[in-house]
């Protein structure tokens, strides 16, 4: 079935870019998401792409897709102390419900 | 103000006790799910609906039952067959083409007494 990576930890300065990496399997995902989780929170849709783009900014975040190597990544510029949470890449094609990552738990040091 | 709402935010169950889980959206989505999520293991699928009156099962369904008699609802009721029920749920709508993303409610935290 398919599936989604992500690496489980990721630790950053204040003031530095944080990027979060993802490679999913199912060579026919449609749209790719980013979400974002805060202590005792739902899950926030951050961004999505579609699969025919390459890249997606908006302010401090900038998603790339590499399609022939299934791998996603999301920067986020000038990291902050409110950035720290754990962000879920997901995928789906179609129809499908979405399948997540585990999630990679940033933390932002001041 | 659009959204979606999942009560109780917090909810113990006793041994051998069925328990429910509400969720209500107000954004004419077609389509909503329910997630358990553990810690360090993700968001695991439990059921999703697409459209009233139709559900499916998700990749852990056992213990746990839906229904879908309104668009605007989609309670999950967490069965005693369910023996390992302590979690965290969240229930999230959307459309179920890829570009009406999912968005997810505030979450309801389940434990055991």
């Known amino acids: 079935g398919e599936d989604v990576e992500q690496s489980l930890f990721l630790s950053v300065r204040e003031g530095d870019s944080s990027v979060i990496n993802c490679t999913y399997t199912?060579?026919?995902?449609?749209?790719l998401y980013w979400y974002k989780q805060e202590p005792g929170a739902g899950l926030q849709l951050l961004t999505y792409?579609?699969?025919?783009?390459d890249m997606k900014q908006d302010q401090r975040l900038t998603v790339l897709l590499n399609k022939k190597d299934k791998h996603l990544s999301l920067r986020i510029a000038d990291t902050q102390t409110g950035d720290s949470a754990i962000y879920f890449c997901?995928?789906?094609?179609?129809?499908?419900?979405?399948?997540f990552g585990k999630g990679t738990r940033l933390s932002v040091i001041a | 103000d659009g959204g979606i709402t999942q009560s109780p935010k917090y909810l113990f169950r006793k041994e051998g006790q069925n328990v429910t889980l509400s969720c209500e959206q107000n954004?004419?989505?077609?389509?909503m799910y329910w997630y358990r999520q553990d810690p360090g293991q993700g968001l695991r699928l439990i059921y999703y609906?697409?459209?009233?009156?139709?559900?499916q099962k998700g990749d852990i369904a056992e213990g746990y039952s839906v229904s879908r008699e309104k668009k605007e609802s989609f309670p999950l009721t967490v069965t005693s067959a369910q023996k390992n029920p302590t979690a965290f749920y969240l229930c999230?709508?959307?459309?179920?083409?890829?570009?009406?993303?999912?968005?997810f409610g505030d979450g309801t935290r389940l434990s055991i007494l």
């Open positions: 999230a709508s959307g459309g179920y083409t890829g570009n009406q993303p999912q968005h």
């Open positions: 199912d060579s026919s995902s449609t749209y």
């Open positions: 792409i579609f699969s025919n783009m």
């Open positions: 997901a995928e789906n094609s179609g129809n499908t419900p979405l399948v």
């Open positions: 954004l004419n989505h077609d389509a």
């Open positions: 609906s697409q459209i009233v009156n139709d559900f």
